[in-house]
């Protein structure tokens, strides 16, 4: 019995220490210790009080195998705190407390440490699209050819001859993804076309802003196009927010109006399917553009010209060339041509067992 | 005021939301919350009485000029009713809010109308993958031969059947899955990233400004 | 002879989509309607998954965490049944919990199906602790005691008076935890639960879901996986009870075979086309 | 059989098959299911924007609150409110703020967080690590996935022609690329076919009672 016991008797854990947790907005505190090991052990209770108080409360218990805990709750910045850890027995006992830790102190940083890296690359980005966009003034610069966006000026003709409507569907997402805005950036000129060529062109919305940014940008088109009169407003409207209503509305137009040319461009989801079959089915011309992986497949199989990811993001320039927008694509390719190299060396150099690179990519 | 400030406002908003995102201060975060959490959710729900007017317009439209099948519009507008009736039914007082409560419950009205049709359109894919199989994986280019290939592979080895042909197939899919799959994922979402930061970034500096509509 | 040989199968490839609309709904309506069932090969993951929960000892606690709603349900209710059956057939003690609000109902008639099988009393081999908002706030305190989230059941009973509970205060209580999965739960109930509490898990979660999660089970953070209706089909086989995994798993099978057949037609018709048009 | 006694079970079931009747063709059946459902969406996205937004960001606050900062609520409210310019001709230009404040708002918190969910964690899974070639099998795995990802991204190159080096590299990428497509929609399969189990089983169950 007494054998037992003395062998039952835990240890404490040794050297706690407790600091500042770093790169936060202050009000948690780190505590660290070396693990006991001991086959009875079940886990560690920790204790902390403030600098003056004589009683350790109990703030929180955790499983054996972890030798750290962030402590969150109830920690006010810039008073001053001392932990100590105590071992906990499967069988319900105890140990005494550890030695106490330094006491420290919680306080808010300025500046994330640990994101200089992205806070880096933002800058060499921004620095490459400013440089790009400014020296590209006036030059011309190549792009190469893009099918998909080669043949929209295409699929907008027929239309014309068949003398029926275009379908645009900007997508199902808000102005907060960016693939909207570059939808509303491919919509303006296929509009003003739809204005020349005198085709009613349909646009159906999910987003109540969206709807609104639609119906100003194609008005801003005929208006271009010198047909200011021409623009329907009620061509371009809110059809339903909830996305599966949107595509059985989307469907119904297609087989009622009958569009010649569907245009599918922005952010899509499951959907995506849906109405490129149903498009297929009325015969109509279609080219799909979206940045939405998972969609891609889909699009492919069902659309004739489909604009892949980021060409997506290359449209506004290839159809304007712009020369400001053509250097900003000069930059995405100098972007690529980076990140291209250092996986090289990254991984060359991670062989050699040197982690540079792969730290420099490190999100933590 | 018409073209300039809009621009610098956008400019500002845009510097300050990703400043934020590399100060952890509380006066940061605070900042962050009450934007996302706050601000911006505020704002959208004034273009909300925009999109409903649209909605209203479209069929309207369609019910005044009789166009061909316009009770479907009317259909609508009764969907929009009963709905609305269901969900601030309770807040009218007496009979009238007991009879609408008993017979236009929110929860059934949805459980039993808007859930069913929402699944029901969702599964209309399962036919609609079938037909786009069938009609465009013909091994019409190298690039058609390799879509149609994978995709039966992969289509096999989802399924008892396939293991039963050949035990490693589960395998093989596996690695094509995480390997040549995953190799190309990654390449398209690295270029649509870049993309997407240009393109944001064009945004603040005011070089993309279409998405402002007119002058 | 010859040449309406060819125009036949030119004219299959370019068969009236709707005849495969209709072949698609057949193959899934009839291994439906008739009960038809499908032999089922058992794959590792999901007989480690049986094995944790059948080397518990009578009168163990399994956790079941219905994370999904209507939308997965025709994946992941067949296994919460068959894992159910594993429990009450073991004799161990089940609690349910819930994590997505729609999901509550589904997962509370699933428990009340089965147990009322096997003859089970609630309260005493069997509960639901119902939902709670805060999903990581919520796994987090369950670690040092159920009550300081849940003071009652799914009905408001106080846990206190549930025999079943007495003795059940955090997951040192809880033999394994069973995640049915058709979001983000279960990458929570991993890095949290697992992580923290060093507490058993395994997952269930939808096909799609399946490959992303594997990683998971390689690294030995969960102790089995089963995914989509084929591994709810597996665990049937194994507790002995083919139900409705069964069924799915056919409906599947075929449908799978059906499309298959279909590009291989295409493929012949658009060959013989080809050829047609060559020889012309 | 146990046809259910339900008449919400039935509506559900009329709806179902009036949406089905679509894959045969266009009819009034299909018509009236899809705009009811435009309709109930409506009503209910304006159900759930008043429950959820409008009474606990906007109405609680400011007729219930205390707080001095509730007065802030009126910034986003004036620049919301200039989105109603657009009803007038001459104000029409108004909706630009609230435009430019959301857009700019939503572009800049995109930058660092597109950076590194789209970029860093992708590049880092790029870089072959030693444990990566750990056995030649795995080694020869993850070359062929570092070679898919350079040559996937070289695909997308835009400002030079693609001939020479780069030509047979994005020839390689378009390889990758349809794998990957193919690999995706094979695997999607599976999910979609589980959506139309599901109504079966509605229909089946739930309404005709044909099986348990």
């Known amino acids: 019995m007494l054998i037992l016991l003395i062998i039952g008797l835990l240890e404490p854990p040794s050297y706690v220490r407790a600091y500042d947790r770093p790169n936060d907005g202050g009000g948690a505190i780190v505590i660290e210790w070396e693990s006991v090991s001991d086959t009875l052990l079940k886990g560690y209770e920790i204790f902390r009080r403030k600098v003056g108080e004589e009683e350790f409360r109990k703030v929180a218990y955790v499983a054996r195998g972890r030798n750290s805990f962030v402590n969150s709750i109830g920690i006010k910045d810039g008073v001053k705190y001392e932990y100590a850890v105590r071992s906990v027995g499967i069988d319900g006992s105890y140990s005494d407390l550890s030695i106490p830790a330094p006491p420290v102190v919680s306080y808010p940083q300025w500046f994330k440490k640990n994101k200089i890296n992205t806070l880096l690359a933002i800058a060499i980005y921004f620095f490459l699209l400013v440089y790009f966009t400014q020296a590209a003034k006036g030059r011309e610069l190549f792009i190469r050819r893009i099918a998909g966006l080669d043949h929209l000026e295409e699929a907008v003709g027929r239309a014309t001859e068949m003398g029926k409507p275009i379908l645009y569907v900007p997508g199902l997402s808000g102005l907060s993804d960016i693939a909207t805005i570059a939808s509303i950036n491919i919509l303006s000129p296929v509009a003003k076309k739809a204005a020349e060529y005198d085709t009613p062109i349909i646009v159906p919305n999910r987003d109540p802003i969206v709807t609104m940014v639609a119906q100003e940008v194609v008005k801003e088109a005929y208006t271009e196009a010198g047909r200011p009169d021409a623009f329907k407003r009620e061509n371009v409207f809110f059809l339903s927010d909830s996305q599966f209503a949107y595509a059985a509305g989307v469907d119904g137009i297609m087989v009622r109006e009958r569009p010649a040319t569907n245009l599918f461009i922005g952010m899509f989801y499951a959907e995506s399917l849906i109405l490129a079959e149903t498009g297929n089915m009325t015969g109509a011309i279609q080219i799909a553009g979206t940045d939405a992986v998972a969609q891609l497949p889909f699009f492919i199989t069902a659309c004739d010209y489909t604009i892949m990811g980021e060409e997506l993001y290359a449209a506004s320039a290839y159809l304007s060339r712009d020369p ?20 090289f060396i990254g991984s060359i150099l991670s062989l050699l067992n040197i982690d540079v690179v792969l730290k420099m990519f490190a999100t933590i | 005021m018409r073209r300039t400030f809009p621009l610098v406002i956008a400019f500002t908003m845009g ?182 930061i240009a393109t944001s970034m064009k945004i603040i500096l005011g070089i993309e400004r279409s998405y402002l509509g007119g002058e | 002879m010859n040449g309406e040989n060819i125009s036949f199968w030119e004219k299959l490839g370019k068969i009236d989509r709707r005849w495969i609309f209709l072949i698609i709904g057949l193959v899934v309506f009839i291994p439906i309607a008739f009960g038809l069932r499908m032999t089922v090969h058992v794959s590792p993951a999901v007989k480690s998954a049986y094995d ?142 697992n992580a923290r509490f060093k507490q058993d898990l395994i997952l ?16 030995g953070q969960i102790k089995g996986l089963i995914g989509g209706l084929k591994g709810a089909a597996e665990y049937e086989k194994l507790v002995n009870h083919p139900a409705f995994g069964h069924i799915g798993m056919a409906s599947q099978s075929w449908a799978h075979v059906a499309i298959i057949l279909f590009i291989i037609l295409g493929n012949i018709g658009y060959f013989m086309e080809r050829r047609r048009k060559r020889g012309l | 059989m146990h046809i259910s006694t339900n008449p919400w079970v039935w509506i559900a079931a009329i709806l179902t098959l009036a949406i089905y009747s679509f894959l045969y063709k266009d009819n009034p059946f299909y018509k009236f299911a899809e705009h009811l459902f435009m309709g109930l969406s409506i009503g209910y996205g304006a159900v759930v924007l008043w429950y959820n937004s409008i009474i606990p960001r906007l109405w609680n606050p400011l007729a219930h609150g205390t707080s001095p900062s509730r007065f802030y609520l009126l910034i986003p409210i004036a620049i919301g409110l200039l989105s109603f310019g657009i009803f007038s001709k001459k104000y029409s230009w108004l909706i630009k703020y609230p435009l430019a404040f959301s857009v700019g708002a939503y572009a800049g918190f995109s930058i660092p967080v597109t950076f590194e969910a789209s970029i860093f964690e992708q590049i880092s899974g790029t870089i072959l690590t030693k444990q990566m070639m750990a056995t030649p099998w795995l080694a020869i795995s993850n070359l062929i996935m570092f070679v898919g990802v350079i040559t996937t991204i070289t695909y997308f190159y835009f400002s030079k022609h693609h001939k020479g080096l780069l030509g047979k590299s994005a020839r390689t990428g378009i390889v990758f690329l349809m794998l990957a497509f193919g690999a995706s929609f094979g695997y999607t399969v599976m999910a979609r076919i589980s959506l139309l189990i599901g109504r079966m089983q509605f229909l089946l169950h739930d309404w005709l009672g044909i099986i348990k």
């Open chain 2, 15 to 196: 510097l300050l939301m990703m400043i934020q995102y590399f100060i952890p201060h509380p006066i940061s975060q605070k900042f962050y919350k009450i934007m996302v959490q706050q601000w911006l959710i505020i704002i959208s729900i004034f273009f909300y009485v925009f999109a409903w007017r649209s909605f209203g317009l479209y069929h309207i439209n369609k019910i005044k000029r009789r166009k061909e099948g316009w009770w479907a519009s009317v259909v609508a507008f009764v969907g929009v009713f009963f709905m609305l009736l269901a969900g601030f039914g309770d807040r009218i007082p007496g009979g009238i809010g007991h009879f609408i409560y008993k017979y236009f419950n929110f929860d059934d009205l949805y459980n039993y109308m808007f859930a069913p049709l929402q699944a029901t359109m969702f599964s209309l894919l399962a036919f609609f993958i079938a037909s786009a199989a069938f009609r465009a994986f013909k091994a019409r280019t190298m690039e058609a031969t390799l879509l149609l290939v994978t995709a039966t592979i992969v289509m096999l080895g989802r399924v008892p059947l396939g293991a039963s042909m050949w035990k490693g197939l589960p395998k093989v899919v596996e690695w094509i899955l995480m390997y040549p799959n995953m190799a190309a994922q990654r390449g398209i979402m690295i270029g649509v990233g870049l993309g997407m």
């Open chain 3, 52 to 193: 944790t929960i059948n080397r518990l000892p009578e009168g163990s606690v399994v956790m079941i965490s219905i994370d999904y709603d209507a939308a997965s349900m025709p994946e992941l209710q067949p296994m919460l049944k068959a894992i159910l059956r594993h429990c009450f057939d073991k004799n161990l003690k089940v609690i349910l919990i819930n994590f997505w609000p729609l999901g509550l109902p589904i997962g509370n008639q699933g428990l009340e199906e089965v147990a009322k099988e096997y003859g089970k009393v609630y309260g005493v081999d069997y509960m639901n602790l119902g939902y709670r908002p805060g999903d990581i706030a919520v796994m987090l305190r369950m670690g040092t005691e159920i009550r300081s989230v849940f003071y009652g059941d799914i009905k408001g009973t106080p846990l206190d008076s549930l025999p079943m509970m007495k003795n059940i205060h955090n997951y040192d209580d809880i033999a394994v935890v069973v995640g049915l999965e058709a979001g983000s739960m279960g990458d929570y109930w991993v890095q949290y639960v």
């Open chain 1, 324 to 343: 400001k927008l053509v250097g900003s694509i000069k930059a995405q390719d100098w972007g690529k041509a980076i990140l291209m190299g250092l996986a």
């Open chain 3, 204 to 219: 269930g979660v939808t096909a799609v879901m399946a490959a992303g999660v594997y990683p998971y089970l390689q690294a």
